[in-house]
């Protein structure tokens, strides 16, 4: 059936409104909808293009390549490179492959029954209880179970896997949080002390509070203050980011959600990587942009 003369303005209107994005569009995004007629620059070429204009920012840290070439080109990652990752020691600091420890969903003979050797593995996520995935495809996993393994280090700083997460010390804080994380006599007497005394999560440990002492960084990390409750309730980078702003360290009632016990209860990946360790590593930045583009499996 042809079409109606409205359906055809209709059509004449997107069309238009087509041609004025791609007049507008200087963009490398903007090049897949170039006319037909003019050939389409290369990715190879507007990379020249932009050297030439000076859009490329200085070199200098590790990641740059990734994030220049790689991040704001929009290049689909692979799920094949995504698995070479997780087939690879050393992929994202010092350390044994993860699929070593995660390579099927038997809890039996795989860590959390997580198997990272596949893409569904990866997708479906830990399968012992408490049963989760790690990431949700499509959305920034830099919050998430699977980026927080592989950057944010367990605290106090330094200490390491073989120490139990599970301690009475870990407990009362825990239930701390899940009771609403007040300002009352518990928390005095009992928790507050443990943020402030050596050996109180692990032996030979510093006090939380020998590293986050104030709102100053330096010489306190992330401008955390874990010597009061005001401070603990602020949370981190209350200066650089604004007191509105600051990172929340605890959701109260919600331990799992609370940085502060993530910190004390999640050992980085592979275990026993040197707190020292870059948490940036080029290939976490490589796995992130795979979920963030859907975590295609093809
Ligand atoms: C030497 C063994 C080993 C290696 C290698 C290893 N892991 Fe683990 N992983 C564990 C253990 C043990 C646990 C469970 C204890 C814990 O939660 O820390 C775990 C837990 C996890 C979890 C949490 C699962 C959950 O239940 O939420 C994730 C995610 C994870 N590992 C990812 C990785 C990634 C990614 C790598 C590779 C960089 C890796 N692991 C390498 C032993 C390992
Ligand atoms: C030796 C110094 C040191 C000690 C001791 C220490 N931390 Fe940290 N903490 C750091 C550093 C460095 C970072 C940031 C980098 C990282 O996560 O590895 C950090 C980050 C954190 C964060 C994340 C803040 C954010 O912005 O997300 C929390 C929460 C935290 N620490 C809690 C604790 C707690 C609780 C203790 C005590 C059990 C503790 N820290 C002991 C050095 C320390």
């Known amino acids: 059936m042809p079409f109606s003369s409205t359906t055809r ?3 004449f209107q997107i069309a238009k409104a087509g041609c004025v994005v791609a007049a507008l569009g200087f963009t490398f995004a903007s090049n897949s909808f170039a006319d037909d007629d003019k050939p389409r620059r290369t990715i190879a070429e507007q990379y020249i293009q932009d050297l030439k204009d000076g859009k490329i920012g200085a070199a200098g840290d590790d990641d740059h390549v990734v ?3 790689i991040i704001k080109r929009s290049i689909p990652i692979t799920y094949k490179y995504i698995n070479t990752l997780m087939n690879t020691p050393n992929a994202f600091g010092p350390g044994v492959a993860c699929t070593t420890c995660h390579n099927s969903q038997d809890a039996s003979k795989s860590y959390r029954g997580l198997d990272l ?3 569904k593995g990866m997708i479906e996520g830990a399968t012992e209880k408490p049963k ?3 990431f949700t495809p499509g959305t920034n996993p830099k919050r998430d179970i699977l980026v927080r393994r592989l950057r944010n280090n367990r605290m106090p700083l330094g200490l390491g896997f073989e120490n139990s997460t599970y301690t009475p010390n870990h407990m009362l804080v825990k239930q701390w949080i899940a009771d609403g994380a007040k300002n009352d006599d518990n928390f ?4 507050l002390p443990l943020f402030n005394s050596a050996n109180a999560f692990g032996p030979d440990t510093p006090a939380c509070t020998a590293c986050h002492m104030s709102n100053q960084e330096p010489p306190s ?3 955390l203050n874990l010597s009061t409750h005001a401070g603990v309730m602020l949370g981190a980078d209350s200066i650089a980011k604004g007191v509105d702003k600051a990172t929340k360290v605890i959701i109260a009632g919600s331990p799992e959600k609370s940085f502060i016990w993530q910190h004390l209860s999640e050992d980085r990946m592979p275990p026993g990587i040197s707190p020292s360790e870059p948490r940036d590593h080029p290939n976490t930045t490589i796995l992130s942009a795979w979920i963030k583009q ?5």
């Open 9 to 11: 303005q209709q059509l």
């Open 67 to 69: 994030q220049e070439l």
């Open 117 to 119: 050797s596949t893409c």
């Open 132 to 134: 989760h995935a790690i």
């Open 188 to 191: 005095t007497k009992n928790v």
């Open 221 to 223: 990390f992330h401008e």
């Open 294 to 298: 859907g975590a295609k499996c093809d």
